[in-house]
Structure formats: C-alpha cells, structure tokens
C-alpha cells in the first residue's frame, strides 16, 4: 500500500520560515494537499492541489510537490502557527495522509 | 454557510454495528464526493471511505474493506457509514467531510469537515 512519510517533529523561531516535507513514491505525479490541526480542533486545510490556497489561509502558506517529496512551506511563522501538519494524497480510489508533523514555534 | 455535522457515535461492543450520519448543509450536496475520516485517541489522521457525488465510484481503506458500507442519499443531503463487526482498533473520532474537487472521488483536498463523531468500542 502507498506510504507518505513526515518527520514526527519540526521547530522553528517567531518570523522565520518553517518547511515540513512530505515524502512518497513518485508523490509528484499525483496532487498533494496538506492541514492544519490545532488540539482538540478539526482538521483545517490550508494547501490543495500542491500550491493552492483555500479562501481565508495567509499568504505565508505556500505548498510544493515534485518528484517524491511534497513541501509545505509557512513564511514569517507565527505563534499561532504551532499545531499538527498533515500532508494527504491519493492512491488509485484510496486517500492516504502521511503521519503528521508537530510544528513548534519556539 | 457550509456545514457538516456528524452523529451516531457512542460505546458499542467489539463485533457489533453501528451507522454513522452526516448531515450537509449550505453547499449543493450533489456536486460533491464526501469522505470519511478518524482519528484515534492521541493519533493521526486515517482516511476511511470516500464516495463521489453520484455514488458510481467508492473507495475503502484496507482497514475496513468488507467490514465497512459508505452510502449517501442525495435528496436528504446526507452521507452515511454502517460500520459491521466492529474491532478495538475502530475506537476514533469519525469525521466527515467535503472534498473541493467536484463530483470525483479523487479529490484536491478536503476543505470542510464536522466536529466529529466519537465511536468507542469496548467490552
């Protein structure tokens, strides 16, 4: 079965910029989207078909994907930055997200 | 105002049902496939089921293929999950939600979900 890989963990400063990969087979041929979830929140997400961006997410949310690896990139990170990333894509009829990444704004 | 709200869950024994439903509202339904997703206690995010919007195309994740049935009932804005001989391992939050891609069951990304549904299966 197809497999997305994340780092468990991530951290980064006030104002600088945070990249949370996202890695699979040939990840590149096919769209990648990625959320934001907060604890004890719903999932929001924040980057669809590899760079676009939903009504309402910052501009400092931008996405990638080529290859095997899926990027998903937040510029001047804030405070309110810091929450659980999910990278998603999809195998033949089956949707797969990767194991999640913790973003620490510190 | 789109919304989804999901209900049905509760403690139920390991080898028993349980139907799970989700009521849309403030989108047109049926231009849309509706997906299934849960969340164990402390853990990520597991894609479940997915349907597109006519229900001629319908996928499963291996963990519940042939345990699990999505449906959808387009005139009642409503998606459904009847989930048959339940396990443990299906404790999670159930949530249900909206792909941006029109009618196709591969989608671009799901852009609205509900607050979820608890299902706890314990003896």
């Known amino acids: 079965s197809y497999e997305l890989t994340q780092p468990p963990s991530v951290s980064v400063s006030p104002g600088q910029t945070a990249s949370i990969t996202c890695s699979g087979d040939?990840?590149?041929?096919?769209?990648a989207c990625w959320y934001q979830q907060r604890p004890g929140q719903s999932p929001v997400l924040v980057i669809y078909?590899?760079?676009k961006r939903p009504s309402g997410i910052p501009e400092r949310f931008s996405g990638s994907n080529s290859g095997n690896t899926a990027t998903l990139t937040i510029s001047g990170t804030q405070a309110m930055d810091e929450a659980d990333y999910y990278c998603q894509a999809w195998d033949s009829r089956t949707g797969v997200f990767g194991g999640g990444t913790k973003l620490t704004v510190l | 105002e789109v919304q989804v709200v999901e209900s049905g869950g509760g403690l139920v024994q390991p080898g028993r049902s349980l139907r799970l439903s989700c009521a849309a509202s403030g989108f047109t339904f049926d231009d849309y496939a509706m997906h299934w997703v849960r969340q164990a206690p402390g853990k990520g995010l597991e894609w479940v089921s997915g349907?597109?919007?006519?229900?001629?195309?319908?996928g499963y994740a291996d963990s519940v293929k042939g345990r699990f049935t999505i449906s959808r009932d387009n005139a009642k804005n409503s998606l459904y999950l009847q989930m048959n001989s339940l396990r443990v391992e299906d404790t999670a939050l159930y949530y249900c939600?909206?792909?941006?891609?029109?009618?196709?069951?591969?989608?671009?990304?799901?852009?609205?979900w509900g607050q979820g549904t608890l299902v706890t299966v314990s003896s």
């Open positions: 078909q590899d760079n």
């Open positions: 939600a909206k792909d941006v891609r029109k009618q196709q069951l591969v989608g671009w990304g799901l852009d609205y």
């Open positions: 349907i597109s919007w006519n229900s001629g195309s319908i």
């Open positions: 040939k990840l590149g041929d096919r769209y």
